[in-house]
């Protein structure tokens, strides 16, 4: 059985609208579930469609229904072993895939253009080539940036930023590269250039991301999911493929979309993040500079003590809670507070954790209901109000110094407003500065308790205390 | 006078660019991790391509440098897309109401 060309397209526009129905079903957590079904539908249409167009069921489609299978079973094998806490390790890693399954398209259809109908080899049409090398180009730098951000993200590589001397420089005249390769390959049609322009990019998206520091992974992560998308549409121009182009521009303008609401949560432009090295300079501020200012610290007990007699406490999670793992015991200790007849909430500022949503997922894989937890203008006028502000593995989001002094680098970053409530307990291992390189004032103020334990323990200590 | 089909899926690529943007942008920043994992499963549609490219191969001949790349394509796809939506699934699965207090 076949299908005509025009049938086919018709349900690939299908299986589209179902993909922008499935974004649409996120809008709110009961309709997502419904959402997601929608993707997988849309999925299975043009996987069908496909395999109908081609009408080719000889061993061939035997080997691909393999090759689909054995993919199949590691990403179902992974999706279900996967701990929430490393959820931004595995987006990466399957934003690297994507590129690189971008470029083996590519590099599939360079080779053997009359299978896509896209001329001879050595004489392809000048208008898929340019889309096929573009969208290769993208999906290679996809492939290797994603692969850094996965390293620095699991912590095989350091997540303090990899700075040299010359790189902006070299780092342009790559991206330069990239252009006139392309050019000269679309007029030469030259195999060699092909391959150097895949070269290249695996280069230059190296390059791009090893300058950026571990807290700036929320926009990485962003950038990388818009790549991915782009990379998807390029192939999509070149095959003609209309589901393949609508998803494309979807998570395209999706990832822009966040990684702008990230840079916005940091009061930085995307270039400033971009170009890297924020925090490195971290060293150069010596310690002589910071006065020794008195703290208040205390222990489980204390903020026991305070929780219990307050009747409401906010909850500010930070990335600390998720190297913890103490979203679990967090809860517990919320459950107690709440038997208590304490009003508790959660308050998330856009870029705690290391991608965006982070927190939310943490916490919801803890049992908390989505409604008790509230984003930054929802939440921030509460402070005043609240008797016990509960800062968990949060530090930069936090510090009163975005608000008040012009000099500091977080100067005008939306923060939290922890310090209007009349007590402010805040779990950190040490005194040292966050990853933005300075001391936050709120450690040193009136109201201001300390709590110097591991996320983890110092939960579970004030539960037993309550 | 003929206008070249490029035009057209241009028209859709602007298009869905701008429904893409309204439509991220209504959706709520708590499921945004959930948005990236399954905007990267949908974006394995690329899989369509990397099925033509592995079935270019003929009868005597399934296996060429061509289709290889094709497979391997396949398969990479392929760990997206059930990884991908899956675990989009198990996250929304967590996601639940407070209980009506009695």
């Given at each position: ?15 589209g609208v ?5 974004l ?6 009961e309709t997502?579930?419904?959402?997601n079904?929608?993707g997988?539908?849309?999925m299975?249409?043009?996987?069908t ?9 000889s ?5 691909v229904?393999?090759f ?8 179902a094998f992974?999706?279900?072993k996967?701990?929430m ?18 470029v ?11 299978a896509?109908?896209?001329?001879t080899?050595?004489n392809?049409?000048l208008?898929?080539?340019i889309?096929m ?18 390293l620095?993200l ?10 040299f ?8 005249i790559?991206?330069v590269?990239i252009?006139?390769l ?6 030469t049609?030259?195999?060699?250039l ?5 070269g ?6 190296f ?11 929320p ?7 818009s790549?991915s998308g782009?990379?998807?549409a390029g192939?999509g ?8 182009i609508?998803t494309?521009a979807?998570?395209?303008s ?5 990684s702008?609401?990230?840079?916005k ?7 400033n993040?971009i170009l890297?090295?924020f ?14 200012r ?7 007990d204390?903020?026991?003590f305070l929780?219990?007699?307050a009747?409401?406490v ?12 103490a ?13 208590n ?6 308050a998330?500022h ?11 997922v943490?916490?919801a ?6 409604d008790?937890?509230f ?11 609240a008797d016990?502000a509960?800062v ?10 975005a ?9 005008g970053?939306p923060?939290?407003d922890v ?6 307990l805040f779990v950190k ?18 109201n201001?308790?300390?709590l110097?334990a ?6 579970e200590?004030i539960?037993?205390?309550l | ?6 035009i ?5 690529f602007?298009?869905?660019i701008?429904?893409?943007?309204y ?6 920043p708590s ?9 990267n499963a949908?974006s394995?549609?690329i ?6 490219a592995?079935?270019s191969?003929?009868?005597?001949s ?6 290889i ?8 796809a392929a760990?997206?897309?059930f ?7 198990r ?12």
């Open positions: 059985m076949m299908i005509s060309a025009d049938l086919s397209a018709i349900f690939y526009l299908v299986s179902l993909f922008i129905l499935a649409r079903g996120l809008s709110s957590p997502s579930r419904q959402g079904l929608f997988i539908l849309g299975i249409i043009a996987i469609v496909t395999f109908l167009s081609t009408g080719n069921f061993t061939g489609f035997i080997f229904l393999l689909i299978l054995v993919g199949g079973s590691i990403g992974i999706a279900y996967i701990p806490t490393a959820m931004p390790e595995l987006v990466a890693g399957f934003h690297s895939l994507v590129g690189l399954a971008a083996f398209v590519a590099i599939s259809a360079f080779l053997n253009p009359e896509f109908n896209l001329g080899q050595g392809i049409k208008g898929s080539l889309e090398s573009i969208g290769a180009a993208v999906g290679a730098i996809t492939f290797s940036g994603s692969v850094i951000a996965f620095k699991q912590g095989v590589m350091s997540g303090s930023p990899i700075t001397k010359g790189q902006h420089p070299l780092n342009a790559i991206l590269s252009v006139v392309i050019y000269l390959l679309c007029s049609q030259s195999s060699n092909f391959w150097l322009l895949l290249v990019s695996f280069l230059i998206g390059l791009l991301i090893i300058p950026i520091g571990g807290a700036d992974m926009v990485v992560i962003s950038m990388l999911n790549y782009w990379a998807a192939i121009f070149t095959l003609e493929n209309t589901a393949l609508i494309g979807l998570v395209g999706s990832g822009a979309i966040l702008y609401i990230m840079c949560g940091m009061n930085r432009s995307f270039f993040v890297g090295g925090g490195a300079t971290e060293d150069t501020s010596s310690p002589s500079i910071k006065e020794q008195p703290v208040k610290s205390g222990n489980a204390d903020a026991a929780m219990k007699n009747s409401s906010i909850i500010v999670p930070g990335y600390g809670m998720a190297v913890a793992q979203q679990h015991a967090l809860r517990e200790m919320v459950d107690t507070l709440k038997k007849d304490i009003k508790v909430s959660y998330i856009p870029v705690a954790g290391r991608m965006p949503g982070h927190m939310n943490l916490l894989e803890a049992n908390v209901p989505y008790e937890v984003e930054l203008e929802e939440i921030n006028n509460d402070f005043a109000n016990v509960f968990i593995g949060a530090n930069d989001v936090t510090n009163p110094v608000k008040t002094d012009p000099q500091s680098p977080i100067y970053m923060v939290l310090e209007k409530c009349k007590s402010v291992r040490s005194l040292s500065p966050g990853y933005a390189g300075i001391d936050n004032d709120l450690f040193y103020k009136e201001t308790l300390m110097f591991d996320a983890k323990k110092m939960t200590d539960t037993k205390n | 006078m003929e206008i070249d089909p490029l057209f899926r241009l028209s859709i602007i298009l869905s701008f429904i893409g943007y439509v991220v942008w209504s959706v709520t499921l945004h991790t959930p948005l990236m994992s399954v905007t949908i394995s549609v899989i369509v391509g990397a099925i033509i592995g079935l191969g003929n009868a005597d399934i296996f060429n440098v061509s289709s790349f094709g497979f391997l394509a396949i398969a990479l760990i997206n897309i990884g991908g939506f899956l675990v989009t699934q996250m929304l699965a967590m996601y639940k109401k407070k209980k009506k207090d009695k």
